[in-house]
Protein backbone atom coordinates (compact mmCIF):
# COMPACT_ATOMS: atom_id res chain seq x y z
CA UNK A 1 0.00 0.00 0.00
CA UNK A 2 2.76 2.52 0.61
CA UNK A 3 4.71 1.86 -2.45
CA UNK A 4 1.26 2.19 -4.41
CA UNK A 5 0.53 5.59 -2.49
CA UNK A 6 4.68 6.52 -3.13
CA UNK A 7 4.20 5.73 -7.10
CA UNK A 8 0.85 7.71 -7.73
CA UNK A 9 2.47 10.62 -6.00
CA UNK A 10 5.09 10.29 -8.22
CA UNK A 11 2.75 9.78 -10.87
CA UNK A 12 0.76 13.15 -10.12
CA UNK A 13 3.86 15.02 -9.35
CA UNK A 14 5.65 14.82 -12.87
CA UNK A 15 2.51 14.53 -14.99
CA UNK A 16 0.75 17.57 -13.64
CA UNK A 17 1.96 20.18 -15.78
CA UNK A 18 1.76 20.24 -19.56
CA UNK A 19 4.96 20.02 -21.59
CA UNK A 20 5.82 21.00 -25.15
CA UNK A 21 9.05 20.43 -27.32
CA UNK A 22 10.13 23.07 -29.01
CA UNK A 23 8.95 26.95 -29.69
CA UNK A 24 8.83 28.27 -33.40
CA UNK A 25 8.23 31.31 -33.24
CA UNK A 26 12.32 32.23 -32.13
CA UNK A 27 15.32 31.25 -33.69
CA UNK A 28 19.04 31.71 -33.10
CA UNK A 29 21.82 34.01 -33.61
CA UNK A 30 25.34 32.82 -33.27
CA UNK A 31 26.97 35.40 -31.82
CA UNK A 32 30.63 34.32 -30.95
CA UNK A 33 32.12 30.69 -31.56
CA UNK A 34 35.41 29.04 -30.99
CA UNK A 35 35.50 30.07 -27.32
CA UNK A 36 37.28 27.15 -24.48
CA UNK A 37 34.19 26.41 -22.26
CA UNK A 38 32.34 29.84 -21.66
CA UNK A 39 31.32 29.18 -17.86
CA UNK A 40 29.72 32.42 -17.58
CA UNK A 41 29.81 36.31 -19.26
CA UNK A 42 28.24 39.53 -18.28
CA UNK A 43 27.55 42.58 -20.88
CA UNK A 44 30.75 45.19 -19.42
CA UNK A 45 28.94 47.80 -21.81
CA UNK A 46 25.62 47.51 -24.52
CA UNK A 47 28.33 46.00 -27.28
CA UNK A 48 31.64 44.51 -24.86
CA UNK A 49 31.24 40.73 -23.28
CA UNK A 50 33.39 39.69 -20.88
CA UNK A 51 33.41 35.82 -20.51
CA UNK A 52 35.00 33.49 -18.18
CA UNK A 53 36.42 30.27 -19.61
CA UNK A 54 36.57 27.49 -17.42
CA UNK A 55 40.28 27.15 -18.33
CA UNK A 56 41.21 30.06 -16.57
CA UNK A 57 40.91 32.47 -19.10
CA UNK A 58 39.09 35.68 -19.48
CA UNK A 59 38.16 37.30 -22.78
CA UNK A 60 36.60 40.65 -23.61
CA UNK A 61 34.72 40.35 -26.61
CA UNK A 62 33.44 43.69 -28.91
CA UNK A 63 30.46 42.24 -30.56
CA UNK A 64 30.61 45.27 -33.52
CA UNK A 65 33.82 44.53 -34.61
CA UNK A 66 34.02 41.08 -33.43
CA UNK A 67 37.80 41.83 -31.81
CA UNK A 68 38.89 39.43 -29.13
CA UNK A 69 41.49 40.22 -26.12
CA UNK A 70 42.63 38.40 -23.17
CA UNK A 71 42.34 39.70 -19.92
CA UNK A 72 45.34 39.16 -17.46
CA UNK A 73 44.50 38.55 -13.78
CA UNK A 74 46.03 37.46 -10.79
CA UNK A 75 44.16 34.24 -9.75
CA UNK A 76 46.00 31.06 -9.98
CA UNK A 77 42.93 28.20 -10.71
CA UNK A 78 42.59 24.49 -10.51
CA UNK A 79 40.63 23.49 -13.64
CA UNK A 80 40.40 19.51 -13.48
CA UNK A 81 36.86 17.97 -13.49
CA UNK A 82 34.46 20.00 -12.59
CA UNK A 83 36.87 22.82 -11.33
CA UNK A 84 37.88 26.21 -13.13
CA UNK A 85 37.16 29.71 -13.89
CA UNK A 86 33.32 29.73 -13.17
CA UNK A 87 30.79 32.46 -12.25
CA UNK A 88 30.82 36.20 -13.44
CA UNK A 89 28.68 38.62 -11.97
CA UNK A 90 28.70 42.46 -12.48
CA UNK A 91 28.62 44.60 -8.61
CA UNK A 92 24.81 45.93 -8.60
CA UNK A 93 26.10 49.22 -8.35
CA UNK A 94 29.12 48.56 -11.14
CA UNK A 95 28.85 52.07 -12.81
CA UNK A 96 29.55 53.44 -9.09
CA UNK A 97 31.78 50.85 -8.17
CA UNK A 98 33.15 48.82 -11.00
CA UNK A 99 33.54 45.83 -9.20
CA UNK A 100 33.30 42.38 -10.50
CA UNK A 101 32.63 39.38 -8.78
CA UNK A 102 33.76 35.76 -9.67
CA UNK A 103 34.07 32.24 -8.30
CA UNK A 104 36.52 30.04 -9.24
CA UNK A 105 38.55 27.00 -7.63
CA UNK A 106 42.17 27.81 -5.85
CA UNK A 107 45.12 25.93 -7.66
CA UNK A 108 46.87 23.47 -4.83
CA UNK A 109 44.08 23.74 -2.40
CA UNK A 110 40.62 23.11 -4.88
CA UNK A 111 39.00 25.27 -2.42
CA UNK A 112 35.92 27.80 -3.69
CA UNK A 113 36.67 30.97 -3.66
CA UNK A 114 34.69 34.62 -4.08
CA UNK A 115 36.84 37.28 -5.62
CA UNK A 116 36.17 40.69 -7.07
CA UNK A 117 37.52 43.33 -8.81
CA UNK A 118 37.35 46.28 -9.62
CA UNK A 119 37.27 46.89 -13.70
CA UNK A 120 39.43 48.98 -15.67
CA UNK A 121 39.53 48.66 -19.27
CA UNK A 122 42.77 48.22 -20.74
CA UNK A 123 44.38 46.86 -17.44
CA UNK A 124 45.03 43.39 -15.53
CA UNK A 125 42.40 42.66 -13.26
CA UNK A 126 43.72 42.15 -9.82
CA UNK A 127 40.85 40.03 -7.53
CA UNK A 128 41.03 39.67 -4.08
CA UNK A 129 39.44 36.92 -2.08
CA UNK A 130 36.62 37.80 0.26
CA UNK A 131 35.65 34.65 0.77
CA UNK A 132 36.62 30.93 0.55
CA UNK A 133 35.25 27.97 1.68
CA UNK A 134 38.01 25.42 2.92
CA UNK A 135 36.02 21.93 2.50
CA UNK A 136 38.43 19.71 2.02
CA UNK A 137 37.73 16.57 -0.78
CA UNK A 138 39.34 14.20 -2.80
CA UNK A 139 37.22 14.98 -5.63
CA UNK A 140 37.37 17.24 -8.35
CA UNK A 141 33.31 17.26 -8.66
CA UNK A 142 29.97 19.12 -7.48
CA UNK A 143 32.02 22.97 -6.36
CA UNK A 144 28.21 24.89 -7.74
CA UNK A 145 28.50 27.37 -8.13
CA UNK A 146 26.51 30.80 -8.84
CA UNK A 147 26.19 34.25 -7.95
CA UNK A 148 23.08 36.03 -6.89
CA UNK A 149 22.68 39.68 -5.39
CA UNK A 150 19.42 40.99 -3.59
CA UNK A 151 17.96 44.35 -3.28
CA UNK A 152 19.52 44.72 0.67
CA UNK A 153 23.41 44.33 -0.67
CA UNK A 154 23.62 40.99 0.03
CA UNK A 155 25.57 38.28 -2.80
CA UNK A 156 24.83 34.40 -2.44
CA UNK A 157 27.17 32.02 -3.52
CA UNK A 158 25.85 27.93 -4.21
CA UNK A 159 27.84 25.91 -2.79
CA UNK A 160 27.87 21.42 -4.28
CA UNK A 161 28.65 18.85 -1.49
CA UNK A 162 32.04 18.29 -3.33
CA UNK A 163 30.98 14.56 -4.43
CA UNK A 164 30.90 13.90 -0.73
CA UNK A 165 27.19 13.19 0.60
CA UNK A 166 27.70 13.86 4.31
CA UNK A 167 28.77 17.33 3.37
CA UNK A 168 25.41 18.45 2.68
CA UNK A 169 23.81 18.01 6.20
CA UNK A 170 26.92 19.17 8.31
CA UNK A 171 27.12 22.25 9.38
CA UNK A 172 30.60 22.83 9.90
CA UNK A 173 31.39 23.07 6.48
CA UNK A 174 30.02 25.11 3.42
CA UNK A 175 29.81 22.50 0.93
CA UNK A 176 26.34 21.63 0.13
CA UNK A 177 24.79 24.93 1.28
CA UNK A 178 23.67 28.49 0.11
CA UNK A 179 25.78 31.19 1.38
CA UNK A 180 25.46 34.82 2.08
CA UNK A 181 27.32 37.53 2.71
CA UNK A 182 27.38 41.45 2.56
CA UNK A 183 29.34 42.61 -0.95
CA UNK A 184 32.74 43.01 0.88
CA UNK A 185 32.49 39.82 2.06
CA UNK A 186 31.73 39.72 5.84
CA UNK A 187 28.75 38.23 7.36
CA UNK A 188 25.27 39.99 7.51
CA UNK A 189 23.94 40.29 11.10
CA UNK A 190 20.71 38.92 10.48
CA UNK A 191 21.94 36.07 8.93
CA UNK A 192 20.64 32.60 10.32
CA UNK A 193 22.70 30.87 11.97
CA UNK A 194 24.85 33.73 13.54
CA UNK A 195 26.48 33.08 16.77
CA UNK A 196 25.31 29.64 16.80
CA UNK A 197 28.29 27.60 17.45
CA UNK A 198 26.90 24.11 15.76
CA UNK A 199 26.70 25.80 11.87
CA UNK A 200 29.14 28.59 10.13
CA UNK A 201 27.78 32.00 9.87
CA UNK A 202 27.66 32.22 6.19
CA UNK A 203 25.30 29.32 5.73
CA UNK A 204 21.62 30.65 4.75
CA UNK A 205 20.40 26.94 3.30
CA UNK A 206 21.81 23.69 3.60
CA UNK A 207 20.47 19.94 2.18
CA UNK A 208 22.04 20.88 -1.16
CA UNK A 209 24.00 18.36 -4.00
CA UNK A 210 25.14 20.49 -6.60
CA UNK A 211 23.05 24.13 -7.41
CA UNK A 212 24.10 25.96 -10.52
CA UNK A 213 21.89 28.06 -11.00
CA UNK A 214 20.69 30.81 -8.88
CA UNK A 215 18.56 33.50 -9.47
CA UNK A 216 17.19 36.23 -6.79
CA UNK A 217 13.44 37.87 -7.96
CA UNK A 218 13.52 41.39 -6.42
CA UNK A 219 9.95 41.90 -6.95
CA UNK A 220 8.90 39.22 -5.17
CA UNK A 221 12.05 39.09 -2.95
CA UNK A 222 12.47 35.31 -3.94
CA UNK A 223 15.68 33.46 -4.59
CA UNK A 224 15.61 30.41 -6.91
CA UNK A 225 18.09 27.79 -7.69
CA UNK A 226 18.32 24.21 -9.57
CA UNK A 227 21.02 21.94 -8.49
CA UNK A 228 22.10 18.70 -10.03
CA UNK A 229 20.44 15.10 -8.87
CA UNK A 230 22.51 11.82 -9.21
CA UNK A 231 20.43 9.64 -11.71
CA UNK A 232 17.35 11.86 -11.82
CA UNK A 233 16.40 14.01 -9.31
CA UNK A 234 17.44 17.74 -10.21
CA UNK A 235 15.61 20.07 -8.94
CA UNK A 236 14.40 23.79 -9.00
CA UNK A 237 13.92 25.22 -4.95
CA UNK A 238 12.81 28.54 -3.54
CA UNK A 239 15.71 29.03 -1.11
CA UNK A 240 14.04 30.46 1.99
CA UNK A 241 16.76 31.36 5.15
CA UNK A 242 17.77 28.22 7.34
CA UNK A 243 15.76 25.70 5.29
CA UNK A 244 16.97 21.95 4.79
CA UNK A 245 16.68 20.91 1.27
CA UNK A 246 17.02 17.01 2.14
CA UNK A 247 20.01 16.14 0.30
CA UNK A 248 20.99 13.09 0.65
CA UNK A 249 18.38 12.00 2.76
CA UNK A 250 15.93 13.09 0.71
CA UNK A 251 15.85 12.59 -2.73
CA UNK A 252 14.40 11.28 -6.32
CA UNK A 253 17.28 10.40 -7.85
CA UNK A 254 18.33 7.24 -7.71
CA UNK A 255 21.86 5.10 -7.49
CA UNK A 256 24.85 5.38 -10.68
CA UNK A 257 24.84 1.64 -9.83
CA UNK A 258 21.43 0.38 -8.75
CA UNK A 259 17.68 0.86 -9.20
CA UNK A 260 17.16 2.23 -5.57
CA UNK A 261 16.33 5.51 -4.50
CA UNK A 262 18.96 7.41 -3.00
CA UNK A 263 18.20 9.03 0.86
CA UNK A 264 15.47 7.61 3.34
CA UNK A 265 12.50 8.85 1.25
CA UNK A 266 11.30 10.89 -1.28
CA UNK A 267 9.77 13.77 1.37
CA UNK A 268 10.44 14.28 4.89
CA UNK A 269 8.75 16.49 7.74
CA UNK A 270 11.12 19.40 8.52
CA UNK A 271 12.50 19.99 4.89
CA UNK A 272 11.62 21.32 1.86
CA UNK A 273 10.24 20.39 -1.26
CA UNK A 274 11.09 21.26 -4.57
CA UNK A 275 8.67 22.88 -7.02
CA UNK A 276 9.90 21.28 -10.27
CA UNK A 277 11.87 18.11 -10.17
CA UNK A 278 13.05 16.45 -13.00
CA UNK A 279 13.09 12.46 -13.92
CA UNK A 280 15.32 11.71 -16.24
CA UNK A 281 18.25 14.51 -15.16
CA UNK A 282 18.46 17.21 -17.53
CA UNK A 283 21.72 18.57 -15.93
CA UNK A 284 20.84 22.07 -15.26
CA UNK A 285 23.28 24.50 -15.07
CA UNK A 286 22.19 27.84 -14.59
CA UNK A 287 18.73 29.81 -14.47
CA UNK A 288 16.86 33.08 -15.13
CA UNK A 289 14.25 34.84 -14.65
CA UNK A 290 12.84 36.57 -17.77
CA UNK A 291 11.79 40.16 -17.06
CA UNK A 292 11.92 42.07 -20.24
CA UNK A 293 9.83 42.92 -22.99
CA UNK A 294 11.07 40.96 -25.91
CA UNK A 295 9.11 38.20 -25.45
CA UNK A 296 6.01 39.04 -24.27
CA UNK A 297 4.84 35.14 -23.89
CA UNK A 298 7.86 34.65 -21.74
CA UNK A 299 7.43 37.27 -19.09
CA UNK A 300 8.15 36.04 -15.65
CA UNK A 301 8.72 32.55 -16.88
CA UNK A 302 12.03 30.47 -15.56
CA UNK A 303 14.65 29.52 -17.82
CA UNK A 304 16.87 26.83 -16.88
CA UNK A 305 19.86 25.88 -18.81
CA UNK A 306 20.06 21.54 -19.61
CA UNK A 307 23.62 20.38 -19.98
CA UNK A 308 22.69 16.56 -20.50
CA UNK A 309 19.63 16.83 -22.44
CA UNK A 310 20.42 19.41 -24.29
CA UNK A 311 17.62 22.20 -24.56
CA UNK A 312 16.57 25.49 -22.36
CA UNK A 313 13.97 24.49 -20.22
CA UNK A 314 11.34 27.12 -20.02
CA UNK A 315 8.81 26.81 -17.20
CA UNK A 316 5.64 28.65 -16.11
CA UNK A 317 5.08 29.29 -13.17
CA UNK A 318 1.59 30.52 -11.28
CA UNK A 319 1.24 33.14 -8.58
CA UNK A 320 1.51 30.23 -5.96
CA UNK A 321 4.85 29.06 -7.31
CA UNK A 322 3.19 26.39 -9.10
CA UNK A 323 4.79 24.76 -11.88
CA UNK A 324 2.23 24.98 -14.93
CA UNK A 325 3.75 24.12 -17.95
CA UNK A 326 7.26 23.13 -19.04
CA UNK A 327 8.75 23.81 -22.94
CA UNK A 328 12.23 22.68 -24.16
CA UNK A 329 13.44 24.76 -26.32
CA UNK A 330 16.22 24.29 -29.19
CA UNK A 331 16.86 20.72 -28.66
CA UNK A 332 17.50 20.93 -32.23
CA UNK A 333 21.30 22.80 -31.81
CA UNK A 334 22.01 19.86 -29.61
CA UNK A 335 24.60 21.25 -27.21
CA UNK A 336 25.43 21.95 -23.90
CA UNK A 337 23.21 24.48 -22.27
CA UNK A 338 25.66 26.30 -19.95
CA UNK A 339 24.88 30.44 -18.91
CA UNK A 340 21.89 32.18 -19.30
CA UNK A 341 22.01 36.05 -19.71
CA UNK A 342 19.49 38.51 -20.20
CA UNK A 343 21.01 42.12 -21.28
CA UNK A 344 19.30 45.45 -20.73
CA UNK A 345 17.06 45.71 -23.64
CA UNK A 346 15.87 42.25 -22.70
CA UNK A 347 17.02 39.64 -25.03
CA UNK A 348 18.45 36.71 -23.91
CA UNK A 349 22.29 35.15 -24.53
CA UNK A 350 23.60 31.87 -23.55
CA UNK A 351 26.50 29.99 -24.02
CA UNK A 352 27.69 26.47 -24.65
CA UNK A 353 30.16 23.71 -23.67
CA UNK A 354 30.66 23.95 -27.82
CA UNK A 355 32.33 27.03 -27.45
CA UNK A 356 29.20 29.65 -28.63
CA UNK A 357 27.37 32.43 -27.69
CA UNK A 358 24.04 32.75 -28.73
CA UNK A 359 20.97 35.26 -29.16
CA UNK A 360 17.43 34.37 -28.91
CA UNK A 361 15.65 36.19 -31.91
CA UNK A 362 12.54 36.34 -33.38
CA UNK A 363 12.30 34.52 -36.54
Known amino acids: MKNTFLTLFLLFLFASTSFAQNNTNYTLELIISSLNKPWSFVFISKNKILINQKNGEMLL???????????????????RGQGGLLDLKKSPFFKKDSYLYLTYVQKNTSFLSLARAKYKENSPLIFHDIFISTTKSNTNRHFGSRIAFDENNHIFISLGDRGERKNAQNLLNHAGSIIRLNLDGSIPSDNPFVNNKNVLDEIYSYGHRNPQGLFYDKKRKLLFSNEHGPRGGDEINIIKKAKNYGWPLVSYGKEYYSLSFVGETRRKKGMEDAIKVYIPSIAPSSLLLYSGKIYKEWKNNLFSSALVLKHINRIVLNKEMKVLQEERLFLELNERIRALVEDEKGYIYFSSDQGNIYKIIEK
Do not use: A, E, G
Not at 71 to 77: M, R, T, V, W, Y
Open 61 to 79: VDLKTKKRKNIKHNLQIDS
